[in-house]
Structure formats: structure tokens, C-alpha cells
T-cell receptor, first 115, second 112 residues
């Protein structure tokens, strides 16, 4: 299994440009997540999905959009890039277990800089 | 709301020293608790977890006990190695919620 894969690894955008961060998992997990990690901070949840066709906002959704057309893929879209979106973005997936103890599996991250 | 508080780093230790990283939480229900580790340039990976009070999670020599009375989940290791240098995140998942809430992370630096 490749686990959770993310592309690209690095990207530099100009203010106002748009881009899509790709995320795919091959573990047949229903749940997928997008986080951002700012320097010295913990991870903040942007969006999550509990299955194909179902998405919901996390703590910091403004400026982002997601879609989930298949179980495997969960792309994150930035429409009008702003310097405040400079961050490292992590995608994760999990399979629900009773009691809430499911493990989230993380991708290697995408480092995005907006200038 | 739900929150996780971790001790600030960096924590700097010599090889074979004893490690404690403190973590306390606030939750409305009965959360599951996790420690994730992030090695340089990589994503997070689960280190250990506990899903109910008094459970002890353990992995790779690390341990943490779910203490409901003190709302804590402190990470310990008896003898750290240079390869343990990483950032450690405490997290909780409250009952009925899909989301993990993370602490701010604690950087551990182990020197030979």
C-alpha cells in the first residue's frame, strides 16, 4: 500500500492565483481530512469528509474548497491565494471504529508559499 | 470547547535520559487520546493511543496513561535515543465528533 499520497510536495504561488492540492489514499478509508500546519502551531482542520459526496467545514475553511467524488481522492482547492495561506498542508485518512479510537494516517505534506 | 495543552519546547536531553512531555486536555465528553510524532520533513504518524480512563498506550518504549481525574495524558520514555528527536503532538477525539484536536506540539532534541 502507498498509504496517503499528496502532490505536489512544494509550490510557490503568486497572490490571486489558484491551485489544487491533490490527495489520494489506497486504504479504502471512508474518512478524509485536510489540515494546515503553521510554524510553531498545532494542526488546524480545514475540511473533512466522511464518505464520497459528503464534506464538512473544519476550524479554518475560509479561502478553501473541497470535493469528494470517490473514496480514494480528496482534493483541496485554493481559489484566490493569499499570503495568509502560506503553510504546510497535510491530508489524512481514517476508518471509523467504535469508541472514536481510529488512527489517522497522514500524507507527507505540501509546502505552499504565497508571495 | 475541546482543547489540548502541551508543554512548550524545545526539550533538550542527552541520550539515555528520561523523558516526560506533559499533556492536559479539556473535553465535554469521554475522549480518546493520542500521541502523534512528526520526524523532520515527514507527516505525522501515530505513536500510541488510549480510548478510556486508566488505559495505558505504549509503543517503541514510549508510554502514556489516560488519567481522567487529572485530565492528563503525559508521554514518558525511560531512555531516549538520538533517533527520537522529533516533534510530538498530543491530540484528543471527543465522543461523537469526527475531528482530532491537536496541541501545539513539543520539539524533542536528543544529543549523543
Amino acid at each position: 500500500n502507498a498509504g496517503v499520497t499528496q502532490t505536489p510536495k512544494f509550490r510557490i504561488l503568486k497572490i490571486g492565483q489558484s491551485m489544487t492540492l491533490q490527495c489520494a489514499q489506497d486504504m479504502n478509508h471512508n474518512y478524509m481530512y485536510w489540515y494546515r500546519q503553521d510554524p510553531g502551531m498545532g494542526l488546524k482542520l480545514i475540511y473533512y469528509s466522511v464518505g464520497a459526496g459528503i464534506t464538512d467545514k473544519g476550524e479554518v475553511p475560509n479561502g478553501y474548497n473541497v470535493s469528494r467524488s470517490t473514496t480514494e481522492d480528496f482534493p483541496l482547492r485554493l481559489e484566490l491565494a493569499a499570503p495568509s495561506q502560506t503553510s504546510v498542508y497535510f491530508c489524512a485518512s481514517s476508518s471509523p471504529t467504535s469508541g472514536g479510537g481510529d488512527t489517522q494516517y497522514f500524507g507527507p505534506g505540501t509546502r505552499l508559499t504565497v508571495l | 470547547g475541546n482543547s489540548v495543552t502541551q508543554m512548550e519546547g524545545p526539550v533538550t536531553l542527552s541520550e539515555e535520559a528520561f523523558l516526560t512531555i506533559n499533556c492536559t486536555y479539556t473535553a465535554t465528553g469521554y475522549p480518546s487520546l493520542f500521541w502523534y510524532v512528526q520526524y523532520p520533513g515527514e507527516g505525522l504518524q501515530l505513536l500510541l493511543k488510549a480510548t478510556k480512563a486508566d488505559d495505558k498506550g505504549s509503543n517503541k518504549g514510549f508510554e502514556a496513561t489516560y488519567r481522567k481525574e487529572t485530565t492528563s495524558f503525559h508521554l514518558e520514555k525511560g531512555s531516549v535515543q538520538v533517533s527520537d528527536s522529533a516533534v510530538y503532538f498530543c491530540a484528543l477525539r471527543d465522543t461523537g465528533f469526527q475531528k482530532l484536536v491537536f496541541g501545539t506540539g513539543t520539539r524533542l532534541l536528543v544529543s549523543p
